[in-house]
């Protein structure tokens, strides 16, 4: 039983920075592998970047160019995605997810808990 609940999404002008923070309770995430998702409306739920349950080892979306940082504190039983040079096409829904086991997965059927989403604007 993990709840997860995102912040820190809102409305940004191009080439801004966003945090999102991912807070989970109920359950530790320390030894489940995690990932941000994201959704446009009409469009498939793509994964952004995954991270294992240690945070040694990280995935991230070619499409993403470097522009985002997945990282987790264990502690504090919380993730991030720290986000610059935002673009329009960054306009989304974004989620994050933990699997039941430490190793990352590319697909999201794959992740068992959800957060509810953030909503992240990039406009002028």
């Known amino acids: 039983q993990v709840q997860l609940v995102e912040s820190g999404g809102g409305l940004v002008q191009p080439g801004a920075s966003l945090r999102l923070t991912c807070a989970a309770s109920?359950?530790?995430?320390?030894?489940?592998?995690m990932a941000w998702f994201r959704q446009a409306p009409g469009k498939e739920r793509d994964l952004i970047a995954a991270?294992?349950?240690?945070?040694?080892?990280?995935y991230y979306s070619t499409s993403m160019k470097g522009r985002f940082t997945i990282s987790r504190d264990n502690a504090k039983n919380t993730l991030y995605l720290q986000m610059s040079s935002l673009k329009p096409e960054d306009t989304a829904v974004y989620y994050c997810a933990a699997r039941q086991g430490g190793g990352y997965s590319y697909y999201s059927g794959e992740y068992y808990y959800w957060g509810q989403g953030t909503q992240v604007t990039v406009s002028s």
């Open positions: 991270i294992n349950w240690s945070g040694g080892d990280t």
């Open positions: 109920g359950s530790t995430i320390s030894s489940s592998a």
